[in-house]
């Protein structure tokens, strides 16, 4: 079964921090590549980091140094901490999981995913 369920998100002040949570069913926790994307209003959704399974990771520019995405295996769950908010980062959050390295949409307007969250706001005041 393919299914994504994210947790986290919210609202915060610039300079604050925020972590996002993915729990993935059993099969695609083990079989698939799994990544975050976001989309803001009149904005194509972009990939921001995604994560292999040897923890090789790929993130967009504008968040590198900021965000960390990383995988926790004991609990099949994919996480994104955020540090240093800014107003720009403020968007709709998906996680995402495909069979093909979710690297190379980091920066992208993805194709059709194999499966995606339920998506998460993530709203950062100045």
């Known amino acids: 079964q393919k299914q994504l369920i994210q947790s986290g998100g919210g609202s915060v002040q610039a300079g604050g921090s925020l972590k996002l949570s993915c729990t993935a069913s059993?099969?695609?926790?083990?079989?698939?590549?799994m990544g975050w994307f976001r989309q803001t209003p009149g904005k194509e959704r972009e990939g921001v980091a995604a994560i292999d399974r040897d923890g090789r990771s790929e993130y967009l520019d504008s968040v590198k140094g900021r965000f960390s995405i990383s995988r926790d295996d004991a609990s099949k769950t994919l996480y994104l901490e955020m540090n240093s908010l800014k107003p720009e980062d403020t968007a709709m959050y998906y996680c995402?999981?495909?069979?093909?390295?979710?690297?190379?949409?980091?920066?992208?307007?993805?194709?059709?995913?194999?499966?995606w969250g339920q998506g998460t706001l993530v709203a950062v005041s100045s």
């Open positions: 995402a999981a495909d069979q093909s390295y979710l690297g190379v949409w980091v920066g992208y307007k993805p194709p059709t995913l194999d499966a």
């Open positions: 059993d099969y695609i926790y083990r079989n698939y590549y």
